[in-house]
């Protein structure tokens, strides 16, 4: 195997450096921002926050990704996905769907520094249809 062009930095030396160009927050304030972004997620603080069309949780230019089939560019897009999609929901109890609307949390683990968070949650998903809960496990990345 060839090493010659291995990178000489020492292991101590970090592979970025925040030059100030970017946030800095406290795991504290980090953890407190993902733990408002959640309780607005559930139902009903949720429909509110979709009423706003730019939910100020979002930047101007937020990227959101689900999964590797779509990703919602701009503010409007987020907030109409993250909040709006299980408010309608909420408000058309008798339709059937299998997502259902997100009632409470719990965090499981989260990881943050700067300004990203790695968090995974379990969110209860209620299905008045079928009258049933569902523990989705939901991870995501923050910036």
């Not at 930095?9 to 450096?17: G, N």
């Not at 997620?41 to 949780?57: D, G, V």
């Not at 790695?118 to 923050?142: C, K, Q, R, W, Y």
Request: aromatic share 14%; hydrophobic share 45%; glycine share 4%.
């Amino acid at each position: 195997m060839d090493t010659s062009n291995t990178d000489d930095r020492d292991l101590q030396t970090p592979i970025f450096e925040n030059d100030g160009s970017y946030p800095s927050f406290t795991f504290e304030a980090l953890y407190n921002m993902t733990v408002n972004f959640f309780d607005t997620f559930m139902f009903p603080q949720n429909a509110k926050e979709a009423l706003k069309i730019n939910s100020t949780f979002f930047a101007t230019d937020a990227l959101g990704r689900v999964d590797a089939t779509r990703d919602f560019e701009g503010n409007e897009l987020n907030t109409e996905y993250a909040f709006g999609l299980f408010a309608n929901l909420a408000l058309n109890r008798d339709s059937f769907t299998l997502l259902g609307v997100p009632t409470r949390y719990t965090l499981i683990h989260m990881a943050a520094n700067e300004y990203i968070v790695s968090v995974a949650l379990v969110v209860d998903f209620h299905v008045s249809a079928l009258g049933i809960t569902n523990p989705v496990e939901v991870s995501s990345i923050i910036t």
